[in-house]
């Protein structure tokens, strides 16, 4: 047991931090605080496009795929430096649709769409839900019927964020209707939006992040596009899950605003007189992000060594993504008490603050991963049950 | 970054785990409940000497395993587990380390050995009133005597002093802070029996005038605070590991309860909102379990390790806290039940809360290093 980083991951995130500090010009943070943190503007692109010639997407893949063959630990740093930087990076392309599809999807696949997402051009979102199908996602209704040797899809997806943007839906679809259990008739596609029978309507959210609503009407693919075997999609489904929900709970955000504020209060001074930072409510808030934040890195941590070691928990998955989601609400609202009235001040107005304008933004955005990326009600029940052996009612 | 156990680790554990479960048990326990007698078990502890435990951190030179800290706070964590009435914490950890790391080479050949073989026993006087800063006494004061001192004050919560054979004691001079080797028995000690939470032997102990020769002395004021210091973070970090045996074990005994316990026909481990109030532990003490392990590994590798032990035990706080409500609550009336094994492990997770500063404190204390810019996140 040694927790703390080797000398190597040392420089690899000193390498990291230097590289990103140089990406982010005050041209592309411009377009991405204007994208809502999610990226797809132009700026946004031609910066994916240069770490995917630096060789730093898929650093954690293997080399035979393209990638640098580090451990996820090191991927996971590579994250955690990136979020940082405050660049929205495309995590569910890259750490969680793309180790899926080198490693389950087939020929074609492995050879036109792994290399575009390590090059960065290829974008990926993901369609789960429907109106009627989200935390029950096997109830899926949207249909991949085989006729010839095409595969006709129709349907209706919700929340499939990104999507606007991407240039592929990693699609849940019912391939047998008449399976054993809902689970057992799921296929996974990959589904070109570029398609004439491909649309979407915006959603927009309380954050202002927008989302969609797909809809697939009669687009044919033919083999290339089914991902993995024939209704053995579920498997992949809880496999990309399990990924993103590390990607999703990330600390190195937080530890950046953190550090932010701190330096803010310290710099802040009171009409009264003295720093705002002298202040005990203050000092007591700060702290407990701070304790808060060192057992989410440590969390993350973990499980990207698990990963590496190839004995990730199930519970402990749970646990990151329940703990991180629910931690990130109470950190906005402790720091936003920090700054007080200015931090409901919108980025839009003159006398934005900067720190306090981003957890105006972040506070409005933060109950999306409480339900999102599978509900924590589920993950609590998957904890009691593969962490502590506990019964679960029959559902 | 390594999360897993050496071999050699994952030995201790289990040699330790071994020991606690086939000689403590509730009945054991039971025997020193309302301090009926003493909570020490002479078996337990000879069996732990002999199996090389309680030299587990000591140098070989010194009959011990020559391991470090790491593996001593596995054997706390089992403690822990086991709520096993055995103090390991104040001699070997508040006690032997300080001398084994600090101590002249007379000091650790006089009490190093006999700690290793079970025969001799340290301790330490950490909490004066009001003041739970050993680093910083306020209400022991010492002055020179003889090359050695003349020290007078009153500590309290002494762990097992009637037992042991010197205890550390810090003091103010009028050059600094000093840190002694008493001897409990000495002329002008007196100890006054006190009754804690957890039955633990503990004492009020008075210091009138006590001689100390100079060979007794541990640190002198130009290193005494930095000794006491040191000696507060690691017994700080080994408060956090007995707290991870503690909470765990609590948890899964609450776990196992709720599987077994059926009303209207079914485990009320079934119903969603007993199995999310079990699940909010394990996320709770999984968050104890990595801060302590990195304060205890920081300590282990000789790093500045102040800031990891302040979180980890703001979490030791927090969580036993949670956890010991969580599990009362979940077993319904046995939670409380004397007759069920669960409530003394609730005295213990209310001992490793409080002592040595509880979250508030700590919280306080984190955010001041913050204040000053000596917290940032990394």
Not at chain 1, 379 to 387: L, N, P, T, V, Y
Not at chain 2, 92 to 104: C, D, H, I, Y
């Amino acid at each position: 047991m040694k927790v703390e980083f080797t000398p190597e991951q040392e420089a690899l995130r000193t390498e990291l931090r230097a590289y990103f500090k140089e990406l982010m010009t005050p041209e592309l943070t411009a377009e991405c605080n204007r994208d809502m943190g999610e990226g797809g503007g132009p700026l946004w692109r031609e910066a994916l496009l240069k770490m995917g010639k630096d060789g730093w997407i898929g650093v954690g893949w293997p080399k035979e795929l393209g990638g640098k063959g580090l451990s996820p630990i090191e991927q996971f740093i590579f994250v955690e430096e990136i979020m940082r930087a405050g660049y929205p990076f495309p995590f569910l392309t890259t750490e969680s649709v793309g180790p899926q599809l080198a490693e389950h999807g087939n020929a074609w696949q492995k050879a036109n769409i792994v290399p575009k997402i390590l090059s960065g051009e290829c974008l990926i979102a993901i369609g789960y839900s429907e109106p009627g199908a989200g935390t029950d996602l096997a109830r899926l209704k949207t249909t991949a019927v085989k006729e010839g040797d095409e595969w006709v899809i129709n349907g209706q997806k919700m929340w499939t964020s990104l999507a606007h943007f991407c240039d592929y839906v990693w699609l849940a679809c019912r391939t047998d209707q008449n399976a054993e259990k809902p689970h057992k008739g799921i296929s996974m596609f990959l589904v070109p939006t570029s398609d004439p029978g491909w649309s979407s309507t915006p959603v927009v959210t309380l954050g202002g992040v927008r989302t969609n609503a797909t809809y697939y009407d009669n687009i044919r693919v033919n083999d290339d596009a089914l991902v993995g075997e024939l209704n053995k999609g579920w498997k992949l489904i809880t496999g990309q899950l399990n990924r993103e929900r590390l990607s999703l709970v990330n600390c190195g955000p937080t530890q950046q605003l953190f550090n932010g504020v701190v330096k803010w209060a310290q710099e802040t001074e009171l009409p009264e007189g003295g720093k705002l930072i002298d202040q005990p409510w203050v000092q007591m808030n700060l702290a407990k992000v701070r304790a808060g934040v060192e057992a989410l890195k440590l969390v993350c941590y973990k499980q990207a060594w698990a990963m590496t070691e190839g004995n990730l928990e199930m519970a402990d998955a749970s646990a990151a993504k329940v703990y991180g989601s629910e931690f990130f609400i109470e950190v906005y609202r402790a720091l936003g008490e920090v700054m007080e009235q200015m931090s409901l001040v919108s980025e839009h107005s003159p006398q934005a603050q900067e720190h306090a304008a981003r957890v105006e933004r972040l506070y409005r955005t933060a109950s999306i991963i409480t339900f999102g990326g599978g509900t924590n009600e589920i993950q609590r029940d998957i904890i009691s049950a593969a962490g502590l052996w506990m019964p679960r009612a029959a559902r | 970054m390594n999360f897993g156990f050496s071999e050699e680790q994952r030995e201790v554990q289990n040699l330790a785990r071994q020991i606690f479960t086939d000689l403590v048990s509730p009945e054991k326990l039971k025997a020193s409940d309302d301090y009926a007698g003493e909570r020490f078990d002479e078996a337990l502890w000879g069996k732990l000497a002999e199996a090389g435990l309680l030299g587990v951190a000591l140098e070989e030179q010194y009959a011990g395993m020559g391991f470090g800290f790491t593996e001593l706070a596995l054997l706390v964590e089992e403690v822990g587990r086991s709520i096993a009435p055995a103090p390991v914490i104040p001699n070997l950890v508040s006690g032997a380390l300080p001398v084994q790391r600090f101590g002249t080479d007379e000091q650790k050949q006089r009490l190093l050995p006999g700690v290793a073989e079970g025969k001799l026993m340290l301790t330490a006087a950490l909490m004066e009133k009001h003041n739970e800063n050993p680093a910083s006494p306020r209400l022991t004061t010492a002055v020179a005597k003889d090359g050695g001192y003349s020290v007078s004050g009153t500590k309290l919560c002494v762990p097992f002093a009637h037992r042991a054979e010197r205890m550390i004691v810090s003091a103010k001079t009028d050059n600094g802070v000093i840190a002694l080797l008493v001897d409990p028995k000495a002329d002008g000690v007196t100890l006054n029996e006190m009754k804690v939470t957890t039955y633990e032997p503990q004492y009020e102990v008075a210091l009138k005038d006590v001689s100390v020769a100079a060979e007794d002395v541990l640190a002198g004021a130009d290193k005494g605070a930095e000794v006491m210091q040191w000696l507060t973070e690691h017994t700080t970090a080994a408060l956090c590991a007995h707290q991870v045996g503690v909470t765990d074990c609590a948890m899964r005994m609450t776990a196992s309860y709720t599987a077994e316990r059926k009303q209207f026909g079914v485990p009320v481990a079934t119903f969603q909102a007993v199995g999310h109030r079990a699940a909010n532990c394990f996320i709770d003490v999984e968050c104890l379990r990595l801060n302590t392990y990195q304060a205890v590994s920081r300590l282990a590798g000789g790093h500045n390790a102040t800031n990891e032990v302040q979180i980890a035990k703001i979490w030791a706080g927090d969580v036993g806290h949670r956890v010991s409500y969580a599990s009362q609550h979940l077993h319904g009336g046995m939670g409380i039940d004397r007759d069920y094994p669960l409530w003394r492990y609730c005295t213990w997770m209310r001992h490793n809360e409080m002592m040595l500063g509880s979250s508030a404190k700590n919280l306080a204390a984190l955010g001041k290093r913050i204040a000053a810019g000596e917290a940032y996140c990394q």
